[in-house]
């Protein structure tokens, strides 16, 4: 059981330059998230999504967009990259909205590491 | 501000003793809390979740103990081992968003 799987794990990009961070679980999670970790910090929420076709912002959305035309599935796309999103992304996964009626945390993947220059 | 926190960036243990890591969250409506462990170069790790129904709750050499009068949660390790050395947060679940403080880096020292 994979859970949680993000590619790439490491990236350079250039400033202005685009790219797709790619997250899939394999858990049947209907809930989904995007995290970004700025060192010594902890997370903060960039995008969940709370079904198939359904996605919301969190604190930090600007500078992101996400789609989630599968359950599987949620990307998170960086349309022109900037130096302030130099950051550990992180996706994560959960059965139900609030954890707590299913007593399911949020499964979390490895990261990506993302560099702008 | 962040609505939850960690009164210590650090925490040095000796290989043996037992660990304790504090945590204050703000939100008083918050029901949920969950403990995350992070070692280096890997996500978030659950360890630990407790309602706010409840005051304690015990794992495989954890504890959590909830304070909801003074907004405090706790994480106890018995007998730290050198594979507990990581990064610890506690998260505050309301709604749909886990709200994490800072961590706390535990070293367990030989």
């Known amino acids: 059981n994979a859970g949680v799987t993000q590619t790439p794990k490491f990236r350079i990009l250039k400033i202005g330059q685009s790219m797709t961070l790619q997250c899939a679980q394999d858990m049947n999670h209907n809930y989904m998230y995007w995290y970004r970790q700025d060192p010594g910090m902890g997370l903060k929420l960039i995008y969940y999504s709370v079904g198939a076709g359904i996605t919301d912002k969190g604190e930090v959305p600007n500078g992101y967009n996400v789609s989630r035309s599968t359950t599987e599935d949620f990307p998170l796309r960086l349309e022109l990259a900037a130096p302030s999103q130099t950051s550990v992304y992180f996706c994560?996964?959960?059965?139900?909205?609030?954890?707590?009626?299913?007593?399911?945390?949020?499964?979390f993947g490895d990261g990506t590491r993302l560099s702008i220059l | 501000g962040e609505s939850v926190g960690l009164h210590l960036p650090t925490l040095s243990v000796q290989e043996g003793d037992n660990s304790i890591i504090n945590c204050a969250y703000s939100?008083?409506?918050?029901?949920?809390f969950i403990w995350y462990k992070q070692e280096s170069g890997k996500g978030p790790q659950f360890i630990i979740d407790i309602r706010s129904n409840m005051d304690k709750r015990q794992g495989q050499r954890v504890t959590v103990l909830l304070n909801k009068t003074v907004k405090h949660l706790s994480l106890q390790i018995a007998a730290t081992q050198p594979g507990d050395s990581a990064v610890y947060f506690c998260?505050?679940?309301?709604?749909?968003?886990?709200?994490f403080g800072a961590g706390t880096t535990v070293t367990v020292r030989a």
């Open positions: 939100n008083s409506a918050s029901d949920y």
């Open positions: 994560a996964s959960s059965y139900s909205k609030r954890a707590f009626y299913s007593n399911q945390p949020q499964h």
């Open positions: 998260a505050e679940n309301n709604d749909y968003k886990l709200s």
